[in-house]
């Protein structure tokens, strides 16, 4: 069973940044794309980043330029690269997983995720 522990969120000033990592164990698939998702209160969760283990990436249009995926394959360890932070970027977020399928763009839709991790907490003051 995969399993995905999130880690590096917390509290910054609007226009600071922040690294969240996802340490991913437990496959072993030749095929995978992984994704963050957020979630803040009573809103919908919605992706924000996805990238396959090919490194094809696709992001949420309110974050190109500020955000960045990344994929560390030896370490299983996924990335976001939060730059230029907004309150409005202030949600819960998760990392995701979905194994064994081939994609030649990842998808931002939940549902086409199979594995979700605990989430972190970031919260953007003005």
């Known amino acids: 069973q995969v399993q995905l522990v999130e880690s590096g969120g917390g509290s910054v000033e609007s226009g600071g940044f922040l690294r969240l990592s996802c340490a991913a164990s437990?496959?072993?698939?030749?095929?995978?794309?992984m994704g963050w998702f957020r979630q803040a209160p009573g809103k919908e969760r919605e992706g924000v980043a996805a990238i396959t283990n090919f490194g094809s990436t696709t992001y949420r249009d309110p974050v190109k330029g500020r955000f960045t995926i990344s994929l560390d394959n030896a370490k299983n360890i996924l990335y976001l690269q939060m730059n230029s932070l907004k309150p409005e970027d202030t949600a819960v977020y998760y990392c995701a997983f979905r194994g064994n399928v081939w994609v030649p763009s990842p998808p931002l839709d939940s549902r086409d995720f199979t594995d979700w991790g605990q989430g972190t907490q970031v919260t953007v003051s003005s």
């Open positions: 437990g496959y072993s698939y030749m095929n995978y794309f």
